[in-house]
């Protein structure tokens, strides 16, 4: 029995170019390879900013508290579940505005 394929070969070469990125998107790209790192100082910073805030700055007013609990308890339920640097860092960042904020306005 005689088996012979006769299906032309054909040569297909993938172009591997690598256009130039911006700052912004290699940083982003830095930013999610260096997750673990800057997940640990996010929250280390986002904890002793938010306590230090929630005990001197609140005062047992409910309007400064809720405005240092809730960016950050979104900013650690982010983390918590994975979500894109680019989110994590926006929001962090924001956690810790709203904390010096409630600080140098109380």
Do not use: H
């Amino acid at each position: 029995m005689e088996t012979s394929i006769k299906a032309k070969q054909t040569n297909s070469s993938l172009s591997n170019t690598k256009t130039s990125t911006g700052s912004m998107s290699k940083f982003w790209e830095n930013a999610e390879f260096n997750r673990f790192g800057i997940i640990s100082m996010a929250i280390l910073f986002i904890g002793c900013i938010g306590g230090f805030a929630a005990s001197f700055g609140a005062n047992g007013d409910f309007i400064k508290l809720g405005m240092i609990v809730f960016p950050t308890i979104i900013a650690l339920a982010l983390i918590l579940a994975v979500s894109p640097m680019k989110l994590i860092i926006y929001v962090c960042s924001l956690a810790i505005l709203m904390d010096v904020a409630v600080l140098i306005f109380s």
